[in-house]
């Protein structure tokens, strides 16, 4: 129990940390948005001084309230969910443009790097077992495809599959043309199609470091005395394989699991935009092209939420499946 | 360790000598391939541009292919692309360097300096680094360079670098509180060493293999964020990287268009690059952990035995 508050208090100052990051940057940085945003209108006439103040009161700069006092106006307003209104996408309000894009990402993000994960962890069991066979020789291969950047990846599956042989659509989440957004079998298939690019990127780019991950630990485990134990019992060694080091040598990875969901985003957002597909980092994109502060400070508080949320669901996950972690705490 | 019936000057020449011939890795066909791939890359960078044209000059033949006197053809405008791979391989490597650097000296400040202290000094980097860890960082990056219309590449390095530390101080420092109990070190500590003696000359060495390896990771990924900040067009302005090429070849249409030698070259560059410092790597992590080492195939075929007996062996090895 004191190990689940200790987790929880964490991760109640991660979001605390996020939440103050968010809110100081802007105030912070050289750059002014409403001078950014009042000499982007200026080039296309002049500006009225009703206008500044206009934006001031959209951005929420204009007050000459102490900054305490704007902190905690901001603080309040953040849990009540309310981010402001998108200049981007005017007159959406910015939960709406993320309750649009969201689940788009999750999906395709949260089944990506699930299929990435439990394909790496397979495949790095086999070839730790086997030791020195082509499958461990194949893994500086794949960690090859790991340092290959998420977009040119994208880049160039778009431009063989997309392209060249025209397998694969080449952009946005869902055919527009044909079906419209519902339940129906229709929509779903359209989806998978469309998706199965992106993903294909970010399961290639990524699985390679959960293999090498998983081999590592496995080879590490095989040299346990308990392995040695299973052996000498005469169990068949499939078993010993599974349920004797595979067990014990996953643990790291899913503890690792937490850690790299904020790289898996990261890469995945620029992913999102080589694909036009229309989840949050399109989006995130459009912000900073239109310079739209409000929308892009929402999105990363979006996005950071989710990852520390998928981190503490780790967490959690973990002190389930390895109980060492509660004996020591 | 008895430091104290010796020179200080002479142990701690000592020291460094067996952490010398600790610390080189020995010379795999893994890490000879690693060591030439990234010097020949680097050597593009240092001396390339020496030899090419300007690169940003604009030309009647546009979107030609490879030949006619261009080696990797032209962009939309004309541009000479091998003359820009050469600036887009000097600067990608400018920002490796630099944020390699940064990150080396904030996790080495984070990691192992709270971890030797210990107390609250520790609680509280600790919590400062695993806070920074799980922040994503490539969203914050663009927030930041968002509200900076004008960067230098040494501003966008540093963002890299605040960003990117976190990972290599927890790393560093779960090894740095397993060597502070060891018995060497509090041996040290009796013997009356001072606390920054004890840092620098006891377990720092013991350290650099990690160091090595955090440092050649915090490359990769400088290189690779760079690549995908300057895609997103957030980049440094006015400048030449791998991943500006991409961000120009992308919005010049070079998919659709077949350009292949507009778009090809900097990834691949980029992919080669961060494949020979994973390949470096692989070396350093055989160092810090023999268990990885190299038992292959082709290895054990090199000691000679009997088919019988390299069964053995490999029945023996995977027990």
């Known amino acids: ?329 | 360790m008895t430091t104290t019936t010796q020179d200080p000057a002479l142990a701690a020449g000592a020291a460094t000598a067996v952490s010398r011939r600790v610390t080189l890795p020995p010379m795999t066909p893994k890490l000879a391939a690693g060591l030439l791939l990234g010097g020949a890359i680097t050597l593009f960078g240092l001396l390339g541009p020496l030899f090419v044209g300007n690169p940003s000059t604009v030309n009647n033949i546009g979107l030609s292919g490879p030949g006619n006197g261009f080696i990797l053809g032209t962009t939309q405008t004309g541009q000479d692309v091998f003359a820009q791979l050469a600036y887009a391989t000097r600067g990608s490597l400018t920002i490796g360097l630099i944020v390699g650097v940064l990150t080396l000296f904030l996790s080495a400040f984070f990691g192992i300096v709270g971890a030797y202290a210990g107390g609250w000094l520790d609680e509280s980097f600790s919590l400062f680094s695993n806070v920074m860890l799980v922040i994503p960082g490539l969203p914050l990056i663009i927030i930041i360079s968002s509200y900076v219309p004008d960067k230098s590449i040494l501003l966008v390095a540093l963002v890299l670098a605040i960003t990117g530390w976190a990972g290599s101080a927890r790393v560093l420092r779960g090894f740095t509180l397993s060597l502070r109990n060891r018995d060497y070190v509090a041996a040290a500590r009796v013997s009356g060493e001072k606390p920054w003696r004890v840092l620098g000359v006891e377990i720092l060495p013991n350290l650099i293999p990690l160091l090595a390896s955090q440092a050649v990771f915090a490359v990769i990924f400088a290189i690779l964020g760079e690549a995908g900040l300057s895609f997103l067009g957030l980049g440094a302005s006015g400048s030449f990287t791998w991943g500006t090429m991409l961000y120009y070849a992308q919005n010049g249409l070079a998919l659709r268009l077949g350009a292949w030698w507009w778009f090809v070259p900097p990834g691949l560059l980029i992919a080669l690059f961060g494949a020979a410092l994973s390949l470096i790597n692989f070396s350093i992590d055989e160092i810090i952990n023999p268990k990885l080492r190299n038992q292959t195939r082709a290895t054990r075929k090199k000691w000679n035995l009997s088919k019988s007996q390299l069964k053995q062996v490999v029945k023996e090895d995977e027990l």
Do not use: C, H
């Not at chain 1, 957004?181 to 779903?188: E, M, V």
């Not at chain 1, 990524?206 to 169990?235: C, F, H, P, Q």
């Open chain 1, 1 to 329: 129990m004191r190990f689940l508050l200790q987790k929880v208090a964490f991760y109640v100052v991660a979001l605390w940390a996020a939440l103050t990051l968010n809110f100081f940057l802007p105030r912070w940085m050289p750059g002014n948005p409403v001078d950014m945003m009042l000499s982007k209108l200026a080039q296309k006439g002049p500006v009225s001084p009703e206008a500044r103040s206009a934006i001031e009161l959209l951005l929420g700069t204009n007050s000459s309230a102490p900054i305490w006092e704007q902190y905690f106006d901001y603080l309040g307003k953040v849990f009540a969910g309310d981010f402001g209104v998108s200049v981007a996408y005017f007159p959406a309000s910015v939960g709406d443009v993320i309750g649009r894009t969201l689940p788009w990402t999750i999906g395709l993000i949260g089944i990506a790097t699930v299929i990435s994960f439990v394909l790496g962890i397979v495949l790095g069991q086999l070839a730790g077992w086997k030791r020195g066979s082509w499958l461990d020789n194949f893994i500086p291969v794949t960690t090859m495809f790991q340092s290959v950047p998420y977009f040119w990846l994208a880049l160039i599956l778009l431009f063989f599959f997309g392209s060249m042989w025209r397998l694969f659509p080449l952009n946005g989440g869902y055919d527009v043309y044909t079906t419209s957004p519902g339940l129906d079998w229709d929509f779903i298939g359209s989806v998978l199609y469309y998706g199965a690019l992106p993903a294909l990127t970010i399961v290639i780019s990524s699985v390679g470091g959960w293999m090498l991950g998983m081999r590592n630990m496995m080879v590490s485990t095989l040299s346990e005395d308990y392995i040695l134990t299973a052996e000498a019992k005469g169990l068949k060694p499939r078993r010993i394989m599974t349920t004797y080091a595979a067990r014990n040598a996953v643990l790291p990875s899913v503890a690792g699991f937490a850690i790299s969901l904020g790289f898996v985003v990261a890469g995945s957002i620029v992913t999102e935009v080589v694909f036009s597909y229309p989840g949050i980092g399109s989006a995130l994109l459009q912000a900073v092209s239109s310079n739209d502060y409000s929308l892009m400070q929402g999105i990363f508080l979006v996005i950071t939420l989710s990852v520390l949320g998928a981190n503490l669901l780790v967490d959690l996950l973990y002190t389930l499946i390895d109980p060492r972690t509660r004996a020591r705490a």
